[in-house]
């Protein structure tokens, strides 16, 4: 296929209908700005992308395990070195847990560096009989609820492309330069679990970790090997404007990529199979996810199979499973059972955020701690009996003490959430809840591999 036929197919999308969009008033500012995006420097790197893919190619067979986690929506005002620093500790601790409980690798990679759009279920927003439209996140438009704020603004989209670049600079440095370093790592966990209400319940697991690294350690085990790690960026690629305007192609292949992260995934709000983002997925070479609710029919992962990975790859594509503790079990079997039949070989992942939130009687949305974990738990029972692999757990998560989820080792109560409820859009678990996942995740972990053996 020629260069001109490759971009066609990428830019077939736009004569399809495109959900979740903006209504950009000035087109003319518009296309000013993607023009100034298609000129700029890729934010990743097509070899990055194919490595990710690889990875998840592991994931997909069973010999590795996924973390994906970060904020529901990122915020330019969070775009911070102490706010970065925070999050991505707390995915490397996450990390270790689950890698020594699972005893594969786990590739992980972080909700950030894009993820600046969200879908909404409505266009506008009423308070005290004014109506604007609703916030989609800081790549177009203000959470301030004042006219002006919430006039979508393309030039929003140039201030994602930096804030994407200043954020994904620093995780590599911090990953690349000692901070990922895995004693000291495993020296933070300790400080959790000598600290949480529910650390004596992992004191076990922590100190058969701290055993094999100084068995590691006294074998003379290069050192040099423990203090760098892959680290990787994605988010939902809902703003196709921006998301095509950063499509590059590779000139070693001829491959195009979307270069604004290097794994994109297509909402539950945007996933039609006769739309515009099944069309522009299609196009790009990136690893991709669907997010899938209780509502997908089994014919329907076919589809995005067949659409998305046509080819039958390791590592093209995942599935994203957000069905709520009460439906997981009930409806997540006949989709896997399904795929599994027609030989899809895509990785299966659990969202255990989506499905679970509830709004309290203060008005804030929030999620219970033993909601989530129970659809991690009925995620990996379907698994089990089915034989299959469980692939991984995608978090809205935060590194700070924030107050937005209840539940969780310390025990935060509805009465708690206003004291630190900081989330520009959906509540996130704070830094302690996130690693009391991570424990609980490691037992069910254990216990899978174990069945598997």
Sequence with gaps: MTNAAVEGAVDRWRSLPAAQQPEWPDENRLREVTARLAAAPPLVFAEECDRLRE?????????????????????????SAAAIEAKLRTLLQMAVVLTYAAAVPVVKIGRMAGQFAKPRSSPTETRDGLTLPVYRGDAVNDVAFTPAGRRPDPG??????DASANTLNLVRALTQGGYADLHQVHAWNRGFVGSSPAGRRYEALADEIERSLLFMRACGADPAGLRATEFFAGHEGLLLDYESALVRTDPRTGRRYATSGHLLWIGERTRALDGAHVEFFAGIHNPVAVKIGPDTEPDEILAYARRLDPRGEPGRLSFVVRMGAD????????????ATADGVRAAWVCDPMHGNTFTAPDGRKTRRFDDILDEVCGFFEVHRALGTHPGGIHVELTGSDVTECVGGGSELGLHDLPLRYETACDPRLNHGQSLDLAFRTAELLRTSRGSAG
């Design 55 to 79: 990875r998840l190619g592991a994931v997909a067979r069973g010999e590795a395990f996924l973390l994906h986690g970060g904020d529901c929506a990122e915020t330019f005002d969070g775009v």
């Design 156 to 161: 929003r989209l140039l201030r994602t492309y």
């Design 327 to 338: 439906r997981v079990r009930d409806r997540l079997p006949a989709l896997v059972e399904k």
